[in-house]
Nanobody
Framework: QVQLVESGGGLVQAGGSLRLSCAAS????????MGWFRQAPGKEREFVSA???????TYADSVKGRFTISRDRAKNTVYLQMNSLKPEDTAVYYC?????????????????WGQGTQVTVSS
């Protein structure tokens, strides 16, 4: 049974930083692309960033240059380092796993999801 558990969310002032973690279990980590998505109140869930097994990454334009995704194979964990946070980054952030060797941004590509972690950026 695949489990994805996010942590690291919280309240931060604009311009601050947070690092989200997602611990994965029940899967062969290196066979999965990992992604981060977010959903703000009243809005649809949107893609944030993804990383494939070899470390190739992709980002949404809205976070490019501010967020960095990485993965630790030894810990079966994926991270999202978020710098220069803005109030519009406020959302529930979800970790997801896709059984593909490519780097993918479409929600339909992801089969397993975490429960989400709240990130709130105050102005």
């Amino acid at each position: 049974q695949v489990q994805l558990v996010e942590s690291g969310g919280g309240l931060v002032q604009a311009g601050g930083s947070l690092r989200l973690s997602c611990a994965a279990s029940g899967l062969t980590f290196n066979n999965y692309a990992m992604g981060w998505f977010r959903q703000a109140p009243g809005k649809e869930r949107e893609f944030v960033s993804a990383i494939n097994w070899s470390g190739i990454t992709t980002y949404a334009d809205s976070v490019k240059g501010r967020f960095t995704i990485s993965r630790d194979r030894a810990k079966n964990t994926v991270y999202l380092q978020m710098n220069s946070l803005k109030p519009e980054d406020t959302a529930v952030y979800y970790c997801a796993a896709s059984p593909t060797l490519g780097v993918v941004s479409g929600m339909n590509e992801y089969k397993n999801w975490g429960q989400g972690t709240q990130v709130t950026v105050s102005s």
